[in-house]
């Protein structure tokens, strides 16, 4: 089944406490990207990755970091999280052969305390 | 910078209602626009793409319309049913911006039985 998957999908975590959102895709889509979303703000792109070692800032890039070594994995990094960081954080890919349709996993609801 | 919006934000009919949701597009420069849906706490379902180049996509009881020139698409539901019920999101995908997607702030549809 096509399908993108994020890890964990709940988490609860403290102030300054480093920690990753895994994001993966079976449909070796090329392109790859992280989104929040949060009330009133809708949803906004934090980073997205056209192919491997590809990466560009988003909308809102600051406070996390990304790395794009395979194609199939996107993972979410937070070096140190912060209050304001707590949110539900969604990973998409889109692939050229299907006219970069976007593909969404099931979300991560982050709180960072 | 691109901006999307959607009017209504939320939506009370009664069952069976054919209904129509709205879409607006500042920059006409798209490469597609696609809608989803998003029920509470969870991921976005892509329903259509409509591409730059097409005026409508169909599935089922579903039919997306796109003008590029009035900046405008369309989401028409037919004899909307209670399981319509969850917030519908435009997102426009750009040319001229890489491949960061823009989305709208969703219209919420409550369909009564």
């Known amino acids: 089944e096509a399908q993108v998957t994020q890890n964990p999908r709940y988490l609860i975590t403290v102030t300054g406490k480093k920690l990753t959102v895994t994001c993966s895709q079976n449909?070796?889509?090329?392109?790859m990207s992280w989104y929040r979303q949060d009330p009133g703000l809708g949803l906004r792109q934090i980073y997205y990755s056209m192919n491997v070692e590809v990466t560009d800032k988003g909308d809102v890039p600051e406070g996390y970091k990304v790395s794009r070594k395979e194609k199939r994995n996107f993972p979410l990094i937070l070096e140190s999280p912060s209050p304001n960081q707590t949110s539900l954080y969604f990973c998409?890919?889109?692939?050229?052969?299907?006219?970069?349709?976007?593909?969404f996993g099931p979300g991560t609801r982050l709180t960072v305390t | 910078k691109q901006e999307v919006t959607q009017i209504p934000a939320a939506l009370s009919v009664p069952e069976g209602e054919n209904l129509v949701l709205n879409c607006s597009f500042t920059?006409?420069?798209?490469?597609?626009l696609q809608w989803f849906r998003q029920d509470p706490g969870k991921g976005l379902t892509s329903l259509l793409l409509i591409q730059s180049s097409q005026r409508e996509q169909t599935s089922g009881r579903l039919n997306a319309s796109l003008d590029k020139s009035s900046g405008r698409s369309t989401l028409y539901i037919a004899a909307s049913q209670p399981g319509d019920s969850a917030t519908y999101l435009c997102a426009a995908k750009d040319y001229n911006a890489g491949n960061m997607l823009t989305f709208g702030g969703g219209t919420r549809l409550m369909v009564k039985p």
């Open positions: 998409a890919s889109a692939g050229q052969e299907s006219s970069y349709e976007q593909y």
């Open positions: 920059d006409s420069a798209i490469y597609n």
């Open positions: 449909m070796n889509h090329e392109y």
